[in-house]
């Protein structure tokens, strides 16, 4: 597996070793010892969650805070606009983002830990998109950030979005960073 560094501490880019031919392929989509010893990281994966989106759509920006969530995203169908925010107090990249396409084809993966707000935006008729959690959902600790913050500056490709009415109406980071909750996100 390759891994990529990215201008947010922590967060990274996976690219799987992929071994085709003709019946089909195969691929680790994930490994604890590789998890452990390139990223120093030993993250207890206990929720898998697949959705389906129809093109242009974005969903999230998303984060959690009891229980901590970290994810794995990868694109199993389609392609997609992977995206994490660094929402950490403390941390020198707070408020900066990375954004990646991501798609079946080329089987790119992002990984960002608690601490960061993630979501993508369909790039295709149909994208289903998995994600490895590291925390099991709690709505009572989860929130967002708007998806067009321009204090965040995220580029998405796509002008006029499908959202839902929760991304719609989604927190800005400077109202976040205002409320006691984001104090659970320092390094």
């Given at each position: ?90 941390s020198p990249t707070l408020g900066q983002w990375i954004g990646l396409e991501a798609s ?84």
């Amino acid at each position: 597996m390759k891994i990529e560094a990215t201008a947010l501490r922590d967060a990274y880019v996976l690219i799987p070793d992929i071994y085709e031919d003709e019946r089909g392929f195969l691929m680790e989509s994930y490994r604890r010892d590789v998890f452990e010893r390139e990223l120093g990281t030993d993250p207890e994966f206990v929720q898998d969650i697949h959705s389906r989106s129809v093109k242009n759509v974005v969903r999230g920006l998303h984060f959690q805070w009891d229980p901590p969530m970290g994810k794995l995203m990868r694109v199993l169908i389609g392609s997609a606009f992977l995206v994490a925010v660094d929402i950490r107090k403390d941390s020198p990249t707070l408020g900066q983002w990375i954004g990646l396409e991501a798609s079946a084809a080329n089987r790119k993966q992002l990984w960002a830990p608690a601490g960061f707000a993630r979501g993508f935006c369909a790039l295709d008729d149909s994208v289903e998109v998995h994600y490895k959690c590291t925390g099991t959902y709690n709505p009572a600790c989860e929130s967002g950030l708007r998806w067009d913050d321009p204090d965040i500056g995220i580029h998405w490709p796509v002008e006029t979005p499908r959202l839902s009415d929760k991304d719609r109406h989604a927190q800005t980071l400077k109202q976040w960073l205002a409320r006691p909750e984001s104090d659970h996100f320092k390094l």
